[in-house]
């Protein structure tokens, strides 16, 4: 069964800044996804991983994937205070092949 | 625009009654959609896999007897919680795979709130 492991939980980051969110993953997983949840609302796409050494960038975040040391992370480049949500990655793979999420990461930007 | 459509977005029940969600997915027909639900400041549980023309696929502690899912057409999935509880209140959200590998789309959520 996959396992996916997110850290921080929690990220107090000045606007500006620069700062990573890891999401480690037990076993082989054939995609790995990142989403942008704002309080209330459901998930929001951001990326999809599919490959290893797969890089993909918009705006200010950036994501990318390593399968051999079973690792994603998503880089925030200059935060500003829009950024502020909670982030989660989720991957597919394990014996169930069911997409499975990190706990999230609640990601807040203070002026 | 929106790729998978939720309804209602919010609801508010007594204890002992029936809601339904629906899930409908609105740019292609799809074979399968998931249902999660997930309790405030948690992540995202699966629920159950809903599966055109036949029985869904329920997670591991998931009343299959309370938590009723039907998926009686290609872009039609609903979501039944039977004899509702305050327990049950959650936010539910179905998703979608889309017909490109890799998609996955998700509806707006359903705010379940049982009094």
């Known amino acids: 069964e996959l396992k996916v492991e997110q850290n921080p939980l929690f990220l107090s980051m000045q606007e500006g800044k620069n700062y990573t969110i890891y999401c480690n993953y037990s076993?082989?997983?054939?995609?790995l996804y990142w989403y942008r949840q704002d309080p209330g609302k459901s998930l929001e796409s951001l990326f999809v991983?599919?490959?290893?050494?797969a890089v993909k960038q918009e705006g200010r975040l950036m994501a990318s994937l390593d399968t051999k040391a079973r690792l994603s992370t998503l880089h925030i480049t200059a935060a500003v205070h829009d950024l502020s949500a909670t982030y989660f990655c989720?991957?597919?793979?394990?014996?169930?092949?069911?997409?499975?999420f990190g706990k999230g990461t609640l990601l807040t930007v203070n002026p | 625009g929106a790729v998978v459509s939720q309804h209602p977005s919010r609801v508010i029940c007594k204890s002992g009654t029936s809601v339904k969600i629906e899930c409908r997915s609105l740019?292609?027909?799809?074979?399968?959609m998931f249902w999660y639900r997930q309790f405030p400041k948690q992540s995202l549980m699966l629920m159950a896999t809903?599966?055109?023309?036949?029985?869904?696929?329920?997670e591991q502690g998931v009343e299959k007897d309370k938590f009723l899912i039907n998926h009686a057409s290609l872009t039609l999935s609903t979501l039944t919680v039977t004899s509702a509880h305050p327990e049950d209140s959650s936010f539910y959200i179905c998703?979608?795979?889309?017909?490109?590998?890799?998609?996955?789309?998700f509806g707006e959520g359903s705010r379940l709130t049982v009094l």
């Open positions: 991983l599919l490959s290893n050494g």
């Open positions: 998703s979608v795979e889309g017909a490109v590998t890799g998609e996955l789309f």
């Open positions: 076993t082989t997983s054939d995609r």
């Open positions: 809903s599966n055109e023309g036949s029985k869904a696929t329920y």
């Open positions: 740019d292609f027909q799809a074979t399968t």
């Open positions: 989720a991957g597919i793979g394990g014996s169930n092949y069911k997409l499975t």
